[in-house]
């Protein structure tokens, strides 16, 4: 699944940087990888990792995206833009005692969670933002969250999670958001 979710952000890159000829003054599209982990504490337990790979874009004036997401204003400028924004990522929780085999022991279930989101920002005026986002995820086995873990703990030499067995079953989850900014600065 995360290997497919890479390969979708790569291929979206890609496609974008065709436009690149027409060299601007200003960078229009980022790339950025975070990656997360509990073990500078020398510890597993809750929160354990996480990795985000992020590709964002601000969109060409005459693109589809551009025309469908603006922002319906009377005072729009030369200066509105509209953002791209597409993320892939995978996290993992534990119990607090991931040595525990008996899931009645177990503070909480074992989860992975692997994930895509797409959002698009406007902004209709200097101090207001508009964000719309859609993700699209799985729980369970079919998050290859418990193969991950059990290799970080193989490299690292930490002990091996006993409880995956117990984790959350497969489940596909949407979220879909809006979040309205304004800022006065």
Do not use: C
């Amino acid at each position: 699944m995360v290997r497919h979710l890479l390969i979708i952000i790569l291929s979206l890159a890609a496609t974008a940087s065709g436009s690149a000829q027409d060299r601007k003054p200003y960078y229009t599209r980022e790339v950025s990888v975070g990656l997360d982990n509990d073990i500078i504490f020398f510890e597993d337990y809750y929160y354990t990792a996480g990795m985000d790979i992020t590709y964002r874009q601000i969109l060409n004036p005459g693109s589809f995206l551009f025309k469908h997401g603006k922002p319906h204003s009377k005072s729009q400028t030369d200066s509105i833009k509209v953002i791209f924004t597409v993320r892939a990522g995978a996290k993992i929780y534990t119990p607090f005692d991931i040595l525990k085999t008996d899931p009645k022991d177990m503070d909480r279930a074992y989860a992975g969670w692997s994930y895509i989101d797409m959002e698009l920002t406007n902004f209709p005026n200097t101090s207001a933002s508009n964000t719309y986002q859609i993700e699209v995820g799985l729980t369970g086995p079919s998050s290859g969250m418990e193969k991950v873990q059990k290799w970080m703990h193989h490299i690292t030499g930490f002990d091996q999670p006993a409880g995956w067995k117990y984790q959350l079953p497969d489940e596909l989850a949407v979220n879909v958001r809006y979040h309205a900014g304004n800022s006065n600065l």
